[in-house]
């Protein structure tokens, strides 16, 4: 924890705003560039991992303070919601199932993952060096790790869920946020690397992502086949149907959320008294219901392509909350999260080998944990923006499982830090 507040340089949200958007355009602008450099730089850098990356700096050297910010706080609260209604608008829900199970096994797998990666972490650590994992009380490092453990099994509500059933000090659990944002994105950003190599890497697993490409083939003649150039008033029914389906999404959440928390408050257990669930459930349930409609054509006008820029936006607004030279003043916490990141990634893998399953699911069914709806949607568009309900869907299962894995893997942590 920092011992004392520097002022950042730029405080106004407007400014930094604009300095988001400015990064977001240079790197699209180079992306699109037939300049033969930048064709090579961007075979091996993916434009998200840049959108994450360079936002990063500036909280890193000090020039915004991410915390004070609400960037995130309106991207994940308005343009979340409305980008998955505009990516779901179009979706072929029938293809969808048609991907099978292996989804879901890849899923569970990284539950899994999480659940034990922990306990063995700890383990691990305290035979190299017992110090970096001990601690007393509320200062007991195990109590700060089942946060961790309750994002990365869905998300910020099974966190503060976890902060509130383990009670960890203050300067731990502002600990426990580093080393959650940064090995998760560290994660992140090698299974965006990982999606140049998609076909690599499904070789590798000897997977068949044939239903995967069949979707993605059929959303891209769909759009083509509808596509013209948009109006101003298809613009206008594009931005109403993805804001007017948020508004009414944290306008049912707004009752629902604290209904549930008063009346029903076992179903706590499920994160289901957090608003921000709800409200990733209405949105994505009215998307896929429009697109057994005629708004389903909304497509041709771009609807998806505006869903994708509010994606990058969040993006940008997340990669601002890191802060990548924190790993030096916690080596010990880092090191005990980078070995459960890595025990989460090797049981992935050994499972994706054993069923064949594609790299595509591997990947979404590590961030619909790690993650949840603010990561796993954006993973998934950047595959294509046709898979993205895929993601948002796993992300949803995450939530509802969250708060009982964190709580298991809280548990087996206590026991084996003693």
């Known amino acids: ?56 700096l ?30 779901t608008l179009s979706v072929d829900l029938k293809e969808i199932i048609r991907l099978g199970p292996k989804a879901l096994v890849m899923f569970l797998t990284a539950t899994v993952g999480v659940v034990i990666g922990g ?3 700890i383990l691990i650590v305290s035979a190299i060096e017992p110090d970096f994992v001990g601690g007393i009380g509320p200062d007991a490092v195990w109590r700060g790790m089942t946060t961790i453990a309750g994002s990365w099994i869905g ?8 902060y509130e059933l383990f009670q960890p000090s203050d300067s731990l659990f502002s600990v426990s946020i580093t080393v959650d944002v940064i090995v998760a994105e560290l994660w992140m950003a090698a299974l965006l690397l990982g999606i140049g190599r998609a076909d690599d890497i499904d070789n590798f697993l000897k997977a068949d992502s044939s239903a995967i490409t069949k979707l993605k083939n059929k959303m891209e003649a769909y759009s083509l086949s509808i596509a013209k150039i948009p109006s101003v008033a298809d613009l206008m029914v594009i931005l109403a149907i993805g804001f007017g389906a948020t508004g009414f999404s944290h306008f049912i959440a707004d009752i629902v959320a604290p209904y549930i928390a008063e009346n029903a408050p076992y179903l706590k257990n499920f994160s289901l008294d957090a608003e921000f669930f709800w409200i990733v459930v209405i949105s994505t349930t009215i998307g896929v ?6 708004l389903r054509e909304l497509e ?25 030279l924190a790993i030096l003043e916690n080596p010990g916490f880092f090191l005990v999260g980078l070995i459960w990141m890595a025990i989460h990634v090797v049981l992935l893998i050994i499972v994706a080998k054993l069923i064949k399953a594609p790299y595509f699911f591997l990947a979404v069914g590590s961030k619909a944990n790690i993650g949840g709806a603010a990561s796993a949607p954006v993973l998934a568009a950047a595959f294509h923006p046709a898979l993205a309900p895929v993601g948002v869907l ?25």
Not at 58 to 87: H, I, K, M, Q, W
Not at 300 to 324: E, N, P, Q, R
Not at 410 to 418: C, D, E, P, R, S
């Open 289 to 294: 219901i429009f697109s057994f409609t005629k």
């Open 119 to 121: 306990p063995l972490a």
């Open 394 to 418: 796993l992300a949803v299962l995450g939530y509802a499982l969250g708060t009982y894995g964190a709580w298991l893997c809280g548990i087996l942590m206590q026991i084996v830090a003693k």
């Open 58 to 87: 500036l909280n890193t050297f000090g020039l915004v303070d991410a915390e004070e910010s609400r960037l995130y706080f309106v991207a994940s609260r308005y343009l979340l919601p409305a980008c998955l209604v505009l990516l």
């Open 1 to 56: 924890m920092k011992e004392e507040h520097i002022e950042p340089f730029f405080t106004n949200d407007a400014v930094i705003f604009g300095i988001l958007m400015t990064i977001l355009a240079v790197v699209f602008k180079t992306a699109a560039s037939k300049n033969p450099g930048w064709q090579k730089f961007y075979k091996i850098i993916p434009t998200i991992l840049l959108c994450y990356f360079l936002p990063s």
């Open 300 to 324: 041709g006008a771009g609807a998806s392509k505006i869903g994708t820029v509010f994606i990058f936006i969040l993006v940008a607004t997340i990669g601002m909350k890191m802060d990548v």
């Open 155 to 162: 998300g910020g509500a099974n966190q503060a869920a976890m």
